[in-house]
């Protein structure tokens, strides 16, 4: 490893460990350091340890692991579709988180069911990765996998509007709406139960193709004559992206532009090799989600702004910029 | 026994007969040249024998069906120089040319000392070493086509199947590129090159197909095939052939009507 890749790994682990403590410490109610010190140790039952271990640690961890998916997410789509503009929506994963999400908050299954939302989310990533799957056939070409997603996505956005469009009363719309913004308020420590295993089995295989992502830098044939095979890197990538982001929509809705900036800002940390981008931009997504959800909670407005929000707001501008930068290097 | 033989091999790409019952052999330390007008099905027979695209007949690697090998495998054995000198991220050259390691690394292995040497090894052959830490996107044509040359070599591959390796480079470069695989045939490589330049075809090479609409039109040592007659049946050509102390010197006399 050169230096510069330890000087950036060691900056985001240490910027994420102050972070951490931050979003613990953080929040409308006061809660002295002695205080998280004691409830995150088993200590006694008071009102501060309930508001630390039930509000603020699931915040925290499903703050790290929503960031942490979607940049690896990203970075691995980027590398994948050899291609800085990509991001997880393209594979038509959120499409059906958000169908299915939205049919719960429709049938009014989420009021009461707690779970009924991530899980219905759950179901509608994986039966549209399923779809895709099918519809992909053999996943011989990038660009294959890719149109399946493009067009299901598509299909499931304009199913979306219909259940938003037949909406009984204008509550529920509000709600869908409120939910699709993206935020990580209100979770329990069920929803981060519920999400982990998902994400980390996602992680795992997209965590897995790093050299396959390094040999497709050399185009798709280069690539198989290497001995990289590319229908199963795309199995790998498609099921991973499903899995993990599937798992973090359902359960905080979209946040937006995380998945796309983040591997953006780290590639030349790692030389530019898509592989060595992989759990650099694991980190560097936590770290800027966890940051994002800390500013989340200390803006001066009225109604606390969503994640989701924030990060578009910010997000978005990075974008056009990256856009106008890639015109100047190809004029 | 050649290290690569083909038998009757064919390639159908959306409907149409791209190569056609294709029969050849690749000796130990020897470069054949693969030449043909546009279109006669060069590049399509190079990746037919490389694996990379679907196609009926039979390879062989060592005697052995490709299809019986691991991707891995085959992959250490056959290195593969597609035409296009493509490299999708602004990397550097080293790390290009350590791409070449990667059937020899694990799922999430780091390149050790022996592929280092290896990379070393083939940068000095190519003499690459001083670009090393040059961005790919930043070198000279001249320069990238010898980058992609390593990153083959780095593999250490006993068959090497190269496409058009010399295309738009001045003379210089050209010769350097074809010294370096003669240089790599006396050290016990197969090689097959397609290539345009007939005259460095039958200097280079010790035989030469000609390729004609997917058909085999003449296969054999360079003056049996770089004959007036076959200049003008299949490139539609008028020109004199002469051979001189068995390198041939071609001028052009005129274009015939297809």
């Known amino acids: ?331 | 026994m050649n290290p690569l033989e083909a038998k009757n091999l064919s390639v159908k790409l959306g409907g149409r007969k791209i190569v056609q019952d294709i029969s050849l052999s690749l000796p130990k330390g020897t470069i054949t040249g693969l030449i043909g007008p546009n279109g006669a099905g060069k590049s399509t027979l190079v990746k037919a024998l490389a694996g990379l695209v679907p196609c009926s007949g039979l390879v062989k690697l060592l005697g052995k069906p490709a299809a019986d090998y691991s991707r891995t495998e085959k992959a250490r054995l056959l290195g593969y120089l597609p035409q296009e000198r493509a490299v999708h991220w602004p990397l550097a050259a080293e790390k290009v040319i350590a791409l070449g390691r990667l059937p020899f690394l694990g799922p999430w292995q780091s390149p050790g000392a022996a592929d280092r040497l290896a990379v070393e090894a083939c940068m000095k052959e190519t003499s690459t070493l001083t670009l090393r830490d040059r961005t790919f996107h930043t070198l000279a044509g001249g320069e990238k086509a010898l980058v992609m040359i390593a990153r083959v070599l780095a593999g250490e591959p006993s068959i090497i199947l190269a496409d058009e390796p010399a295309a738009g480079l001045d003379l210089n470069h050209e010769l350097e590129i074809f010294e370096l695989f003669q240089a790599l045939a006396r050290k016990g490589a197969s090689i097959l090159v397609v290539l345009h330049d007939l005259t460095a075809a039958g200097r280079f090479c010790d035989r030469l197909l000609l390729l004609d609409q997917g058909r085999t039109a003449a296969f054999g040592a360079p003056r049996e095939v770089l004959t007036a007659e076959n200049l003008r049946k299949i490139y539609s050509v008028e020109a004199d052939v002469l051979f001189r102390e068995g390198e041939p010197s071609i001028r052009l006399l005129r274009r015939l009507k297809k």
């Open chain 1, 1 to 331: 490893m050169n230096r510069r890749l330890v000087f950036i790994y060691a900056f985001l682990s240490l910027a994420l460990l102050a972070c951490a403590c931050a979003s613990m410490a953080i929040g409308p109610y006061p809660v002295t350091w002695m205080e998280i010190l004691s409830a995150v140790t088993g200590g006694t039952d008071t009102a501060a340890s309930a508001v630390v271990l039930d509000i603020r640690l699931p915040r925290t961890l499903l703050a790290i692991l929503a960031g942490a998916t979607l940049g690896l997410a990203g970075a691995a789509l980027q590398g994948y579709l050899r291609n800085p503009l990509a991001e997880p929506a393209v594979l038509g994963v959120n499409g059906g988180a958000v169908l299915g999400a939205v049919l719960a908050l429709y049938t009014g299954l989420s009021s009461t069911h707690l779970l009924a939302l991530p899980l219905g989310g759950l179901a509608g990533a994986l039966l549209s990765t399923l779809v895709i799957y099918l519809l992909a056939g053999s996943l011989s070409s990038v660009t294959i996998l890719i149109l399946a997603g493009v067009a299901v996505n598509t299909l499931l956005f304009a199913l979306t509007s219909l259940v938003l469009n037949l909406a009984p009363n204008p509550f529920s719309v509000l709600e869908i709406v409120f939910w699709q913004m993206g935020s990580l308020a209100d979770r329990s420590m069920t929803h981060v139960l519920l999400a982990a295993p998902f994400v980390l089995a996602g992680w795992l295989l997209l965590l897995w193709d790093a050299r396959a992502l390094n040999a497709l830098t050399l185009g798709e044939e280069t690539a198989a004559s290497l001995g990289i095979s590319i229908p199963a890197v795309s199995k790998r990538l498609l099921f991973g992206t499903a899995l993990s982001v599937g798992a973090i929509v359902s359960v905080c809705g979209s946040i937006g532009f995380v998945g796309l900036v983040v591997p953006h800002m780290l590639r030349p940390f790692a030389g530019h090799e898509p592989g060595r981008l992989l759990p650099l931009s694991l980190l560097g997504g936590a770290v800027l989600v966890l940051a994002a959800d800390i500013a989340v909670r200390l803006f001066p407005l009225g109604a606390e702004l969503k994640l989701g929000v924030l990060t578009s707001l910010l997000g978005a501008p990075f974008f056009l910029y990256l856009l106008f930068k890639l015109r100047r290097s190809t004029l």
